[in-house]
Structures are given as structure tokens and as C-alpha cells.
């Protein structure tokens, strides 16, 4: 598996992520500069979480016009397994790859603890190594986290068992508790929670790791 990590100015959780998945893979995986033109070889993509480009505008908006989204959108069109953690699900909505919007959390606070998340689609290529109804236990770290969609959308999302994970008690007033949604491929997830941030017991939990452990496998 050749794994790939988007840096954005203020990314802050890439090498976090970077960890995780060489954890999984045993091999480092590419770090690619917002700034490039095209991606290495890879089969999968990695947006991680932080602050691109300070939050202005919207959270993600700046880095969905990097240049580097458009090599990241093409591999996603063609199929490339695609996951953006926190600021990274703020940027797939903001470059279409998603549907709906993160905006700030319902409280106005930011809120930064673990939170539990039920499993509410096992069919995916990110999920599909997690019990569907099963619990895991993630950090979350974010002040624009509340996601938001119109009825029809979240209806649809709904219908089509889009929604991958749901938060078991709502910490930023997401619509139906979402915390992850997957695209109609399924070969995109965009999520708040941080996978990459509890892959050792020294670091709190190992869910994480299994999470990461799973999706290579399935995307390998």
C-alpha cells in the first residue's frame, strides 16, 4: 500500500497521521506539500486535521483551492480511497467531494475531549473492518465541527446509509448526530473525530489503530 498525507500551512495532526498509518503499513507514507501540482504513486489519501491556511474565510475553504486538490479530486473520481480527518472533512466539503458543511459548534466554544461514536455503516472500505452498532472511542478537537445539511440531503444520506458514524452524545450540534458521512461511491469519508490520535494505550486508547489497521487492509 502506498499511503499519501496532504500538508497544508497549519496542519497540525499530519504527523500524527503520518504515525498511524505507519503503524498499519510499516512504512512511512508520502508527505505532500499543498502546494504541489500532482501526487506521487498512491492508493490512498489522507486530508489530516489542524487549522489550513489559519481558518480564514471558512475552515477549509483556502485549502480546497490548493493545487494539489485537483490531483485529489481526480483520484477520488477514479475510485482512490480518500479520508479527511477534522480540518480534512472541513476541506472535502468545501471542495464538493461532500455534501453539507461544518460550521461552528453549537455551543460557540471549542471543544476539544473523547467522545464515543456508534458505527452505523460497515460497508465501506473505512468501515468495513468495525461491527456495524459497535462503539469506539475517539478524540475530537475542533470550534467549526457542528455539520449541517438541508433535509433533502440529510434524508438522502440517510436512505443510502451514507452516515458512517454518529455521536453517541452530540458534543457541537451536528444534524442527526452525525460525526461522518461517505460519499455515494463510498470511497471518500470525511470525519471530526481523530483515528490517528489513539493508536496506544500511552495515548489513551488503541481504536484508533484498529480503525487504521482495518481500512489498510480493506484498501490493500
Not at 490531483?71 to 480511497?81: D, F, L, R, S
Not at 465501506?124 to 475517539?138: H, M, N, P, R
Not at 444520506?157 to 454518529?166: P, Q, V, Y
Given at each position: 500500500?502506498?499511503?499519501?498525507?496532504?500538508?497544508?500551512?497549519?496542519?497540525?495532526?499530519?504527523?500524527?497521521?503520518?504515525?498511524?498509518l505507519?503503524?498499519?503499513?510499516?512504512?512511512?507514507?508520502?508527505?505532500?506539500?499543498?502546494?504541489?501540482?500532482?501526487?506521487?504513486?498512491?492508493?490512498?489519501?489522507?486530508?489530516?486535521?489542524?487549522?489550513?491556511?489559519?481558518?480564514?474565510?471558512?475552515?477549509?475553504?483556502?485549502?480546497?483551492?490548493?493545487?494539489?486538490?485537483?490531483?485529489?479530486?481526480?483520484?477520488?473520481k477514479?475510485?482512490?480511497?480518500?479520508?479527511?480527518?477534522?480540518?480534512?472533512?472541513?476541506?472535502?466539503?468545501?471542495?464538493?467531494?461532500?455534501?453539507?458543511?461544518?460550521?461552528?459548534?453549537?455551543g460557540?466554544?471549542?471543544?476539544?475531549?473523547?467522545?464515543?461514536?456508534?458505527?452505523?455503516?460497515?460497508?465501506?472500505?473505512f468501515?468495513?473492518?468495525?461491527?456495524?452498532?459497535?462503539?469506539?472511542?475517539?478524540?475530537?478537537?475542533?470550534?467549526?465541527g457542528?455539520?449541517?445539511a438541508?433535509d433533502?440531503?440529510?434524508?438522502?444520506?440517510?436512505?443510502?446509509?451514507?452516515?458512517?458514524?454518529?455521536?453517541?452524545?452530540?458534543?457541537?450540534?451536528?444534524?442527526?448526530?452525525?460525526?461522518?458521512?461517505?460519499?455515494?461511491?463510498?470511497?471518500?469519508?470525511?470525519?471530526?473525530?481523530?483515528?490517528?490520535?489513539?493508536?496506544s494505550?500511552?495515548?489513551?486508547?488503541?481504536?484508533?489503530?484498529?480503525?487504521f489497521?482495518?481500512?489498510?487492509?480493506?484498501?490493500?
Amino acid at each position: 500500500m502506498k499511503p499519501s498525507i496532504i500538508v497544508f500551512p497549519a496542519s497540525n495532526c499530519d504527523r500524527d497521521a503520518a504515525a498511524a498509518l505507519e503503524q498499519a503499513t510499516g512504512k512511512p507514507p508520502a508527505m505532500v506539500w499543498h502546494g504541489e501540482a500532482s501526487l506521487p504513486d498512491t492508493d490512498f489519501i489522507v486530508l489530516p486535521g489542524g487549522f489550513s491556511y489559519g481558518d480564514y474565510l471558512r475552515s477549509g475553504a483556502m485549502a480546497a483551492k490548493s493545487p494539489i486538490m485537483r490531483a485529489v479530486i481526480e483520484k477520488a473520481k477514479t475510485g482512490t480511497p480518500v479520508i479527511g480527518i477534522c480540518n480534512g472533512f472541513q476541506t472535502l466539503c468545501e471542495a464538493g467531494l461532500l455534501p453539507g458543511a461544518l460550521l461552528r459548534n453549537a455551543g460557540l466554544n471549542f471543544v476539544c475531549r473523547s467522545v464515543t461514536l456508534r458505527v452505523e455503516n460497515n460497508s465501506s472500505i473505512f468501515t468495513g473492518g468495525l461491527e456495524k452498532g459497535a462503539f469506539v472511542d475517539f478524540p475530537i478537537a475542533h470550534h467549526d465541527g457542528n455539520y449541517f445539511a438541508d433535509d433533502e440531503t440529510l434524508n438522502r444520506l440517510e436512505g443510502d446509509e451514507r452516515i458512517a458514524f454518529r455521536y453517541v452524545d452530540n458534543p457541537n450540534g451536528s444534524a442527526r448526530d452525525i460525526a461522518g458521512i461517505l460519499n455515494e461511491a463510498g470511497n471518500v469519508l470525511g470525519m471530526m473525530p481523530h483515528p490517528e490520535r489513539v493508536i496506544s494505550p500511552l495515548l489513551g486508547g488503541v481504536d484508533g489503530a484498529t480503525f487504521f489497521k482495518a481500512v489498510v487492509e480493506a484498501a490493500a
